[in-house]
């Protein structure tokens, strides 16, 4: 029969392991998507950049409001 401390340490040892596997996944998932996720971050970023540089311009603001955005 086992002693309650073995069965904690049992516990404890399975959850830090599934803490780390879970780690690493996230990890190979990171190191495969980050290519497709800089682009997504970059292609935002760049719209809306330029979306806001629109609306610095005087005569873009007007044509803007004049079609309602």
Request: charged share 10%; glycine share 12%; aromatic share 10%.
């Amino acid at each position: 029969m086992s002693s309650p401390a073995s069965g904690i340490s049992t516990l404890v040892n399975d959850f830090v392991s599934g803490i780390v596997s879970l780690l690493d996944a996230f990890a190979q998932a990171l190191s495969t998507y980050a290519p497709t996720i800089v682009e997504i971050v970059v292609g935002v970023g760049l719209v809306a950049g330029i979306g806001y540089a629109m609306t610095r311009i005087p005569f873009i603001r007007r044509f803007l409001g004049w079609i309602g955005l």
